[in-house]
């Protein structure tokens, strides 16, 4: 008979007994996961206002229910007056901080820091040189030949309507910057061919907001109106102390109609058309009634002058008037407007928001759409563009020989966009960081994470754990002072000839103008990807510390030009967000789900992260039997980390949750002896959501049963931690 040799008896009992041995360290781990599987939790220090007492009461009941982790997230308070605290990185607060990094080292928890107060990124030490930045342009229509001298008209940014919308939970800050903050600096002046057109008109104003310009009330473009500056009840025009638009054409202009839009129910209520002689006195040739929610179609005596004013003496609003469209007689449109599409292809605007008709899905996925149509626009040759930047005296005064024919005089510039953090707690608000610089970057490092690295101490790198920046609710960033040596390091060629493009000038082609506009906003990711997340990264490694950042959005308001994958992929930890309610879904799907993944599986990264069932109120309706098949869904989209959103600390012995919690389905805000529902509950009873143990009281138990994190690798999936399976807690008895 064959023997058969001993080796192969052995394999065989071993692959018998491997599947049972299999089964028991898969229950092992789902009973008690290692602290990499653990989810952590949004630590809002709302306010700043915690304890030491607090801070170990907190840590003690996360660890005791089996949380890995925290991120320390200072933030404003919201919708509840709350006392004041230590201010975001002054010396009391970092006390606590370092409270914390100890309690959290004894308890064997992990730390990340949210590197400001709020989000993104930024604060009261980002000085201008280091603060968010657009390009800004301006255009002067001339003839030629003659001698062209005076000062340029100075460059307006574009400024998107999102300085005015509410943001989450604040809104951002309005008003015009000075000389000092907004720190313009010139980049060229070209002079641009032209083709002949009707008289020009150049269209001022007594004041205007940043982000609604005097040229939007006669651009022909329906979305854009004018703003005069007021912004609280008392600042609309008074015939005391009127506002006022002003038309001057380049030749007399003759009119006997005006018609003027209002934008909604803002525009002005009593106004009086003048005219000029040449010099600054005006003359009224009629006044005028204006309905308040429908355009004014007036007439008037026909009339020639080279200039008109419209004086508005009264206003439907308290704060300022807003204009929509003014029009005398035929006149074309003032200046040379931008339009939407160029306002998107230039970076200077986005879509607000998603959705599968997004306006700029025609220009990142395939099948691209075309460019828009030439029409009559003139198709200019670079090389007839002409360079007058050293033409250009300190003050903007310009010297120059036209030469015969029509030109645009384009200048071009740069200077700080009025980008502010949000939500940020009391004493810590500022300029949002210039996210497209590696010294702006480098700046903000140093003066948040390499002071918390100094007060970690030992702790570097072994408790502190990883530095954090949030979603994208910052501006449209578009330039930085090296954006231009930045640009053709990416791209191969030099950006300046192809400036004019950004006020709609056709340089060389119509496909060329749309491959400069292509790699312009590509410039703008590249900077973003790699002089902020990827200088952020190794700035954080040379210390022994790691990253993880929603650096591929959700984006809100606007969504800037990057590549989501690669800003992700610069991270150590790709992170992205799902919220309980709808939001930030699209066809069923987490937006930020799958995109998040796919990052991790193309840079190699272990785990998949997300801030976990975000949720805009109201607070304490969602039951653990509701949160799972949120849950399912984005391990199923490939997240392997939650972070739950959120988790809010005992603080100074608040009255209520309320009091101390923000956007989230559920909150584990509450003090000692707290009470819901007429019951008391220790504190922070909900951290078990998604933890291997504890419960809510009054509520389903969800326990995520956890498996060790798989590493990615390219051709495989991620795994989620493992089934979830849902329980009551039929008796409450431990609750």
Known sequence: MKRIPLVIVMCALLGALSPLAAQEDLAKGFAQPPNAAKPRVYWWWLMSLVSKEGITKDLEELHAKGGGGVMIFDCAGVGVPMPHAPAFMSPGWRENFKH???????LGLEVSVNMCSGWDAGGPWITPAHASKHFQQSTWNVTGPRRISGKLPKPVGDVPSYREVAVGVGTRPRGSLSDEQLQYRDVAVQAVPRKPEAPQVLISASSAQPAHPADNAADGVASSFWVSDGYKPGDAPTREKPEWIRLDFSEPFTARTLRVAPNGELGPREIELQVSGGTDSYRTIQSFQLAQRSASELTFPETSARSFRILITAAYGTENVQVREVKLGDMGPAGNPISPVLALKSGRESFSGFGENGPVRGMVEAPLADPEPLGDRLVVAPERIVDLTAKLG???????????????????????????????????????????????????FKNTAEILLQDAGPLAGKTLKYFHDDSWEAGLPNWTDSFLDDFKKYRGYDARPYLPVLTGAIVGSVEMTDRFLYDFRKTIGDCLADNHYGRLAELAHARGVKIHCEAGGPCYPRVPPLDALKTLGRTDIPMGEFWQSAHWQEKGQNIAGKQTASAAHIYGKTFAAAEAFTKMGPHYEESFDELKPTADKAFCEGTNRF?????????RRMASPASNSLPAPISTATSPGGRRQGRSFPISPVASISFSRGCLPLMSVTTMATTHPTRLRSNTLIRPWGPATITTCATRKCC
């Open 100 to 106: 914390a990094l100890r309690e959290a080292d004894r």
């Open 643 to 651: 972070f739950l959103c959120s988790w809010t600390p005992a603080g």
């Open 394 to 444: 300190p003050d903007g005064q310009l010297d120059w020989d036209a030469p015969p024919g029509e030109w645009t005089i384009v200048r071009t510039g740069f200077g700080c966009n009025n980008d502010q953090i949000m939500c940020a707690s009391p004493g810590a608000a500022g300029p949002s960081v210039d996210f497209l610089s590696v010294a702006a970057t480098d700046f903000h």
